[in-house]
């Protein structure tokens, strides 16, 4: 429940896919790429593309869609699994937002002080996190995910993505729905 890199400085309406777009294309901006053999998880609104891999479209993907119901096929299975580790990434910014309320409303302090209290808010966050300090939201967020499995053990033996060269475009989206595949077939076989 740490974040990695934070770009602040957007409006809040502007579209997350839009951010990342510009941010992965400023090479001055520091964004981590993942290593090869690695990606980020996104939802449904980014590009499955190299590095970054979405859920399956037109199926069942939240973890309430699942409550009392099992995931049947492939896709749903790919998408359960997925949602539940997309899931630490919404109890971050749950416990990020409950913290601190000013990122709901902010202040009307000129652009650069709001930014700055975007950032110096993240950065207390990894602080309390990184520490291991002592904290009510972080304990309360960690006893609900233990008790709703939302942080399961099903990904085990996942397939890695192979030795391909770092690609972008048609390619890069072919390799991600490729390795989504074999993901989703390894769950579907693990169970």
């Known amino acids: 429940?740490?974040?990695?890199?934070?770009?602040?400085?957007?409006?809040?309406?502007?579209?997350?896919?839009?951010?990342?777009?510009?941010?992965?294309?400023?090479?001055?901006?520091?964004?981590?790429?993942?290593?090869?053999?690695?990606y980020y998880l996104c939802d449904a609104a980014y590009a499955n593309t190299r590095g970054f891999l979405a859920p399956y479209r037109n199926t069942r993907y939240w973890l309430a869609d699942f409550r009392g119901q099992r995931a049947l096929t492939k896709e749903e299975k790919f998408n359960h699994a997925h949602a539940k580790l997309r899931n630490v990434i919404e109890r971050a910014y749950g416990v990020l937002k409950a913290r601190f309320p000013i990122l709901k409303q902010m202040a009307p302090y000129v652009f650069s002080t709001q930014r700055d209290i975007v950032i110096a808010c993240f950065a207390v966050h990894n602080f309390i996190r990184m520490q291991k300090l002592e904290d009510?939201?972080?304990?309360?967020?960690?006893?609900?995910?233990?008790?709703?499995?939302?942080?399961?053990?099903?990904?085990?033996?996942?397939?890695?993505?192979?030795?391909?060269?770092?690609?972008?475009?048609?390619?890069?989206?072919?390799?991600?729905?490729?390795?989504?595949?074999?993901?989703?077939?390894?769950?579907?076989?693990?169970?």
Do not use: Y
């Open 1 to 38: 429940m740490i974040f990695t890199f934070v770009w602040a400085g957007w409006e809040g309406v502007a579209h997350d896919s839009r951010i990342l777009t510009e941010v992965v294309s400023d090479v001055d901006s520091g964004f981590p790429l993942p290593p090869r053999n690695k």
């Open 136 to 191: 009510q939201l972080f304990e309360q967020c960690d006893r609900s995910a233990d008790s709703d499995g939302s942080d399961g053990e099903e990904n085990e033996n996942i397939p890695e993505a192979s030795q391909h060269e770092s690609q972008q475009g048609t390619q890069g989206a072919q390799f991600m729905t490729n390795l989504r595949e074999q993901i989703a077939l390894k769950l579907l076989t693990s169970s």
